[in-house]
């Protein structure tokens, strides 16, 4: 079920970044033509970039270019998730090119269908695409989401309610769930 532009590693993609500031710190959208292929949080651009790099060793990967028309859309949907991240709009919903099997689209599904605000645990996603008792491969495929927030990763927890882990550390995961459920900005403390 891998319908993205590129092959793996980023085989063939030309892939535009854009990075922001948001309320969880800096913020990198990235892309090809066809729609976001990655979205990332963290303290640094660079630490950031090399996230992106890491990910797709086999791509172009070029900054936006605000003389090029087609990178407009990277920067608005990187301001769009900023939005979303300060509580000032409702989650964007751009295209997305992205790898995954069947499995990990199941998985990404189910977590895009989770209500903001709300969480499921890793067996309950397990339960609900026919595969109950392949929990740790769902928290596999959650922890495989290459664009994050837009596919909310964050609203996976463990069974016993704790937070369980998270790439962008677990104080953005609490910040985010904090956001989504007060529908109010947010404030890093």
């Excluded at 000032?88 to 995954?100: C, Q």
Aim: charged share 25%; proline share 6%; aromatic share 6%.
């Amino acid at each position: 079920m891998n319908n993205s532009s590129y092959g793996p590693r980023g085989d063939g993609a030309e892939i535009t970044y854009a990075i922001v500031d948001s309320a969880l710190g800096r913020v990198l959208v990235a892309g090809t033509r066809r729609g976001i292929c990655f979205a990332a949080m963290g303290e640094t651009d660079r630490t950031l970039v090399a996230e992106l790099r890491g990910d797709y060793p086999h791509a172009t990967i070029l900054v936006v270019d605000p003389n090029r028309r087609e990178d407009s859309r990277i920067g608005q949907w990187a301001d769009g998730l900023a939005d979303y991240i300060a509580g000032n709009s409702k989650m964007p919903t751009p295209p997305m090119d992205i790898r995954g099997t069947p499995f990990q689209f199941a998985v990404w599904d189910q977590l895009r269908a989770i209500p903001a605000g709300e969480t499921r645990s890793y067996s309950e996603i397990a339960r609900r695409i026919g595969r109950p008792r392949a929990i740790r491969a769902v928290g596999t495929a959650n922890g495989a989401n290459p664009v994050s927030i837009i596919i909310p990763c964050h609203r996976a927890i463990r069974m016993s309610g704790h937070l369980g882990g998270y790439r962008w550390g677990l104080e953005r995961k609490r910040k985010l769930l904090e956001i989504e459920r007060r529908g109010m900005p947010l404030r890093l403390s």
